[in-house]
T-cell receptor, first 112, second 110 residues
Framework: DADVTQTPRNRITKTGKRIMLECSQT?????MYWYRQDPGLGLRLIYYSFDVKDINKGEISDGYSVSRQAQAKFSLSLESAIPNQTALYFC???????????FGSGTRLTVV | GQNIDQPTEMTATEGAIVQINCTYQTSGFNGLFWYQQHAGEAPTFLSY????GLEEKGRFSSFLSRSKGYSYLLLKELQMKDSASYLCAVGYNQGGKLIFGQGTELSVKP
């Protein structure tokens, strides 16, 4: 099993729909992150969490919300999806020791 | 502000050596990372520099100069499988976050 698992791997949804992307990890890391990746823009931070009670906005949090259900689970929600949220979404974890991340396999989201 | 610059694309020949440069300006510094990302896949960790100098790991080496805000990734004996995007990322003081450059798409030709 992968250390960081994201579901679904691919999703097509309609404008205005609510959608949740899920991330679970077996690394035992406290720190979890959600990034989106767009061509030419690189990876941009949406939200991050240092433990269950600590949630922080990243640079592009508008239109997104998150939930840290347990140390191992960190979900990203789009309350009302719009086409410019079409992107590749990555969850990542870190032990904070040297800030290196372990990434999930990504979720390719298309909003039509 | 936070800024990381790296070339968008590079092309090199199988068996050759290629150097991918990265310059950065960030508020705080806690290390520089290089990741490799094949198309449609997750980034995978290549190297980490926190002190000035060269770190060597097999065919890959990474260099850091903190005073110049500069790093490079050196790939030797290029193989076709090295065709990928290479991401430069900087850790900064605000809670273990990484800021990423846009990535350098490397194409290795026969």
């Amino acid at each position: 099993d992968a250390d960081v698992t994201q579901t679904p791997r691919n999703r097509i949804t309609k404008t205005g729909k609510r959608i949740m992307l899920e991330c679970s990890q077996t690394k035992g890391h406290d720190r979890m992150y959600w990034y989106r990746q767009d061509p030419g823009l690189g990876l941009r931070l949406i939200y991050y969490s240092f433990d269950v009670k600590d949630i922080n906005k990243g640079e592009i949090s508008d239109g997104y919300s998150v939930s840290r259900q347990a140390q191992a689970k960190f979900s990203l929600s789009l309350e009302s999806a719009i086409p410019n949220q079409t992107a590749l979404y990555f969850c990542a974890t870190s032990d904070g020791a040297n800030y290196g991340y372990t990434f999930g396999s990504g979720t390719r989201l298309t909003v039509v | 502000g936070q800024n990381i610059d790296q070339p968008t694309e590079m092309t090199a020949t199988e068996g050759a050596i290629v150097q991918i440069n990265c310059t950065y300006q960030t508020s705080g510094f806690n290390g520089l990372f290089w990741y490799q990302q094949h198309a449609g896949e997750a980034p995978t960790f290549l190297s980490y520099n926190v002190l000035d100098g060269l770190e060597e790991k097999g065919r890959f080496s990474s260099f850091l100069s903190r005073s110049k805000g500069y790093s490079y990734l050196l790939l030797k004996e290029l193989q076709m499988k090295d065709s990928a995007s290479y991401l430069c990322a900087v850790g900064y003081n605000q809670g273990g976050k990484l800021i990423f450059g846009q990535g350098t798409e490397l194409s290795v030709k026969p």
